[in-house]
């Protein structure tokens, strides 16, 4: 420590004169601190450039934070682009597989031949209830408003046959079994029973494709379990034209035939009482 702290001198004097001109008193140890201080400071403000300043951004594992956030905002959409395309595809092949008359993939089923019709007893679904539901409630209203008595008579007493074929299962109310089947021979084409529009047009794991007819006077014919729809929403039909082919496609089947329902302003009608199968 003697020797650190032994003092020297460091004069800066004329070539010619030897005149001082600038001196300092030093030591090994000022020396020492000196250079101490020197390094810290460069390592701080280095510290400051780096943290404060844009120059971090090229550091490793120093990425900016909006950049980062942006990175993973884009890592989330494209995951849900990719998503959306699947969901499309998906659709976009089911649609086809409508188009050309048969059930999508994803909703297949097989039929049990083992099982014979009224072996089988399956307690209707949630979604099932809900559209039974809908049925009752919803169009009770009828789209022909202010006709009477006599033209709903009218139209029971010149209903068309769907198809003809065997009565399978009649209407039952005590089982809340409101239809009537008739089976027949597959993709028969099946007939609207009077003049109106299709107000339903649809597909159910459970009852397969549906179709459902509004007529007048609140009238309201529906086919269940079909094997192709051969009209859409929307669509104007008359009396005895095509409107399905018959099928065996959902859950509540064990073979081919129709299922068909009669609803007057919500309430089930027996359409063996105004249909001669």
């Known amino acids: 420590m003697q020797r650190m702290r032994n003092e020297y001198r460091l004069v800066i004097s004329t070539a010619d004169t030897f005149q001082e001109k600038w001196g300092i008193r030093l030591s090994r140890l000022n020396i020492l601190v000196a250079l101490g201080a020197f390094f810290l400071i460069i390592l701080a403000l280095s510290w400051v450039v780096i943290s404060f300043t844009p120059i971090r951004e090229f550091m490793p594992g120093m990425t900016n934070t909006s950049i980062a956030q942006q990175v993973v905002g884009n890592a989330i959409r494209a995951d849900s682009l990719h998503r959306e395309v699947e969901l499309w595809s998906n659709y976009l092949s089911n649609l086809r597989t409508?188009?050309?008359?048969?059930?999508?993939?994803?909703?297949?089923?097989?039929?049990?031949?083992?099982?014979?019709?009224?072996?089988?007893?399956?307690?209707?679904?949630?979604?099932?209830?809900?559209?039974?539901?809908?049925?009752?409630?919803?169009?009770?209203?009828?789209?022909?408003?202010?006709?009477?008595?006599?033209?709903?008579?009218?139209?029971?007493?010149?209903?068309?046959?769907?198809?003809?074929?065997?009565?399978?299962?009649?209407?039952?109310?005590?089982?809340?079994?409101?239809?009537?089947?008739?089976?027949?021979?597959?993709?028969?084409?099946?007939?609207?029973?009077?003049?109106?529009?299709?107000?339903?047009?649809?597909?159910?794991?459970?009852?397969?494709?549906?179709?459902?007819?509004?007529?007048?006077?609140?009238?309201?014919?529906?086919?269940?379990?079909n094997k192709q729809l051969l009209k859409k929403v929307g669509d104007p039909v008359h009396r005895a034209d095509a409107v399905a082919t018959m099928g065996n496609t959902g859950t509540l089947t064990t073979g081919p035939h129709l299922h068909f329902e009669l609803w007057h302003d919500g309430r089930p009608l027996n359409a063996e009482d105004y249909i001669a199968f």
């Open 98 to 225: 409508i188009f050309r008359g048969e059930a999508p993939e994803s909703y297949t089923i097989v039929s049990d031949t083992t099982v014979t019709n009224g072996q089988d007893r399956l307690t209707p679904s949630v979604e099932d209830s809900l559209l039974r539901a809908h049925m009752e409630q919803d169009l009770k209203l009828s789209l022909t408003p202010g006709k009477g008595k006599d033209e709903l008579s009218a139209i029971l007493r010149n209903l068309y046959p769907p198809v003809r074929g065997q009565v399978s299962n009649g209407f039952d109310a005590a089982t809340r079994h409101y239809a009537t089947d008739i089976v027949s021979k597959p993709e028969t084409p099946l007939c609207a029973v009077a003049d109106g529009t299709v107000v339903l047009a649809m597909w159910s794991s459970e009852e397969g494709y549906v179709i459902a007819i509004q007529h007048g006077a609140g009238l309201l014919s529906i086919f269940k379990h």
